[in-house]
């Protein structure tokens, strides 16, 4: 079965401060993994994918295989990252078949 | 270009009613899909779609029912409203091709009473 767990509903950070949003899944394959972002009044929508190693909007996210760990990371909080964060697994259902985890709502404190 | 549209963004129903929310995308995505949000449960996929003619369950998919005769609508269908679906409705479309992202609609907020 596929399982994707975000620990944190909540989190909460000052400006300027570190952030880690965890993610941690369950899967026998090789998987996809996903982060999605939602900002107030916005649609959902994707941030980043790990298959694309990219950084967008200052966020990095790694796939740690031994660890079965996506944490999403960002070095330098801004007011404007304050969002709901969905982290989201594709597997043997093809890649449009995602499992998102709870989700995590991220406060960033002026 | 809407990208993906949801109707409507607001229904109130009572027990045991049926109504359709619609989905509509312009973007000629192969794959559309229905998920359903709740608090603490993240987002739960519905119904999907992989194109005209062609749709499966998801993970939630009791109480629902969806066809897609057209690329472009992927109505869901809800046969006799409960209380246990009062629920935020997400549609979502996509490429078929792998790691293609969804594109998700505003959503439609259900209260059944």
């Known amino acids: 079965a596929q399982r994707v767990t975000q620990p944190e509903k909540l989190l909460s950070v000052f400006k300027g401060a570190p952030v880690e949003l965890k993610c941690n899944y369950s899967?026998?394959?090789?998987?996809?993994l996903f982060w999605y972002v939602q900002y107030s009044r916005q649609r959902l929508q994707l941030l980043l994918r790990h298959i694309s190693r990219e950084s967008i909007k200052g966020f990095t996210a790694d796939l740690n295989k031994g660890e079965t760990s996506f944490h999403l990371k960002k070095p330098f909080a801004q007011e404007e990252d304050s969002a709901m964060y969905y982290c989201?697994?594709?597997?043997?259902?093809?890649?449009?078949?995602?499992?998102f985890g709870q989700g995590t709502r991220l406060t960033i404190n002026p | 270009n809407a990208g993906v549209t949801q109707t409507p963004k607001f229904q109130v129903l009572k027990t045991g009613q049926s109504m359709t929310l619609q989905c509509a995308q312009d973007m000629n995505h192969e794959y559309m899909s229905w998920y359903r949000q709740d608090p603490g449960m993240g987002l739960r996929l519905i119904h999907y779609?992989?194109?005209?003619?062609?749709?499966d369950q998801g993970e939630v998919p009791n109480g629902y029912n969806v066809s897609r005769s057209t690329t472009e609508d992927f109505p869901l269908r809800l046969l006799s409203a409960a209380p246990s679906q009062t629920s935020v409705y997400f549609c979502?479309?996509?490429?078929?091709?792998?790691?293609?992202?969804?594109?998700f609609g505003n959503g439609t907020r259900l209260t059944v009473t």
């Open positions: 979502a479309s996509s490429y078929s091709q792998a790691n293609s992202p969804l594109h």
């Open positions: 779609s992989v194109g005209a003619g062609i749709t």
């Open positions: 989201a697994l594709s597997g043997d259902q093809g890649a449009q078949k995602l499992v």
């Open positions: 899967y026998s394959g090789s998987p996809e």
